[in-house]
């Protein structure tokens, strides 16, 4: 059985012309390969899972329609806008949008801590320690540990 990597996306853009969009975007990722792929589009919404075998280069496809999606959304909020996952991988990586720019965040077990990884892609980091102890909304705390990432990234 073939590793495979997937991409989940349900994002709102700004864009009038997103049908063009979709088709760059899909030029980008190349044929989807998994049975249960799809895109989907109502009103400014596109929502889409591409599977693609693991191979050379299909990082750097998915790295590229992230880049280009981060062009065209619509986010002035946080807000959980995809995922990557699959066999290929080590650990998922979900996708949030906060003020229009994309993050990268990846959930790492450290011993007695929660390590929350907020990656740009200007490819800076911020990292954030939570005590496995605490009980609290993982989802919300995400959350507002990537707002804090996207100022510390754009304050001036």
Do not use: P
Request: some cysteine; charged content about 30%.
């Amino acid at each position: 059985m073939n590793k495979q990597c997937i991409l989940e996306l349900n994002l709102s853009t700004n864009q009038s012309r997103l049908i063009n969009d979709v088709e760059k975007i899909l030029k980008k990722l190349g044929v989807f390969e998994g049975e249960d792929d799809y895109i989907s589009i109502k009103a400014n919404v596109l929502a889409l899972k591409v599977t693609k075998k693991h191979e050379n280069g299909i990082h750097r496809k998915i790295d590229n329609t992230i880049d280009y999606l981060e062009r065209i959304i619509s986010y002035k909020d946080t807000k959980k806008i995809g995922l990557i996952y699959g066999e290929a991988l080590k650990e998922d990586i979900q996708l949030f949008a906060c003020n229009n720019k994309i993050y990268l965040v990846k959930l790492i077990n450290e011993n007695e801590k929660h390590c929350i990884a907020v990656k740009s892609l200007k490819n800076v980091t911020y990292k954030y320690y939570l005590d496995k102890t605490e009980d609290v909304n993982m989802e919300n705390i995400i959350e507002t540990n990537v707002a804090l990432s996207h100022y510390l990234e754009y304050k001036k």
